[in-house]
């Protein structure tokens, strides 16, 4: 009877813990959100290796603090700050979304070459539009935090 206990007690214990690890990223998903209070700027992404390549005009985004394209580790990362990770999520998500939703041959409004983003991953009040999957973003996401 107590060696029965002790091994039902070990098996839960053995299921909690595995359950605890960290999620593997999905490669076939193509959005992510993190949950963080954190407030990120275009010079974080700098300082973390990101290489800006140019500013959008995000009149038409009010919403937007700044909205910038780049690359990392030679993969296109476009990203947009909010002025809040409520906003990010909110207003993030539905282009997100959109971008992640083009087909090949579209043009980007803010890119007048094709450019066909795969992935969104938002954090704190970024929303990154990934080129491929969302661990080209998650790469550099990791160099911030």
Known sequence: MKSTLKLMILLTLFVFSCSQEEAEIDPAA?????????????????????????????????????????FFQRKDIEAWVYKSPDEAKEFGVPYGEQAVDKKPGQTDYLIPRVNRYHAYVIVGNLMLLCETEILDCQKLIDKIE
């Open 30 to 70: 193509t959005s992510l959100i993190i949950e963080s209070s954190s407030m990120y700027s275009i010079d974080d992404l700098i300082n973390a290796g990101w290489k800006k390549d140019r500013e959008f005009d995000n009149s038409e985004y009010p919403e937007t603090v700044e909205i910038a394209y780049g």
